[in-house]
């Protein structure tokens, strides 16, 4: 039974009204139940079709935002070990521990750490320009409001390093490794925003438009 134009407009009204705000989620979720709709479905009208299907719909939603989010974690993972492996990276690699080496001949290790400390703030208030540029997208795309949340696991080092910063100057190794681990990370989140961002506003204007 093919549907016509009303009825998926029905199905979307539907999900607004069942607080499916965001874009991406819906569209997916439209194009799901108006193709088992049509396939498999037993009832005769839609009404009662979307009825049957709310535990469904809500079950989805969730599972649709847990999966944007968990697959940009992957990314940032993945991001990371590029930087031990694919030559270009490498070569970026190569130049931050020679500069790493160079400012801790020349400056203490508090110096150091304050560098440090501003340099991954930075990385982490980075993606605040587009979610001031792209406020709309954002509101609307599941994928855009996940994307830049990508840098909490870099902000989580910032946090910890006010509880253990008395450690770690005790023991500069540590304290190089943790800074070098959550500088990566934050580069990465960054790489990952600039590769990614494109792609959802291309999503996003496809959508709407």
Not at 1 to 18: A, G, N, V
Request: net charge positive; charged share 20%.
């Amino acid at each position: 039974m093919k549907l016509t134009k009303e009825e998926i407009k029905y199905i979307d009204s539907f999900l607004k009204k069942k607080k499916i705000k965001y874009l991406d989620i819906r569209v997916e979720l439209l194009d799901h139940l108006a193709t088992d709709f049509e396939d498999n479905s037993s009832y005769s009208f839609i009404d009662d079709y979307l009825l049957s299907e709310e535990v469904f719909i809500k079950n989805f939603a969730k599972k649709q935002q847990r999966t944007i989010h968990w697959s940009y974690q992957k990314q940032l993972w993945v991001q990371f070990a590029n930087f031990f492996y694919k030559p270009k990276f490498l070569l970026l690699l190569m130049g931050l521990i020679v500069l790493g080496y160079s400012m801790l001949v020349f400056f203490s290790l508090k110096t150091f750490s304050f560098i440090w400390f501003a340099a991954l703030a930075l990385l982490i208030l980075y993606p605040l320009y587009y979610q001031t540029k792209y406020a709309k997208v954002v509101k609307k795309i599941q994928s855009m409001q996940s994307l830049f949340t990508i840098t909490a696991l870099p902000s989580i080092f910032l946090y910890v390093f006010g509880r253990l910063k008395d450690i770690l100057f005790e023991t500069p190794l540590f304290l190089i490794g943790f800074c070098a681990i959550s500088f990566l990370l934050g580069l990465s989140a960054v790489i990952i925003i600039e590769k990614e961002r494109k792609k959802v506003l291309e999503k996003y204007h496809q959508l709407v438009f």
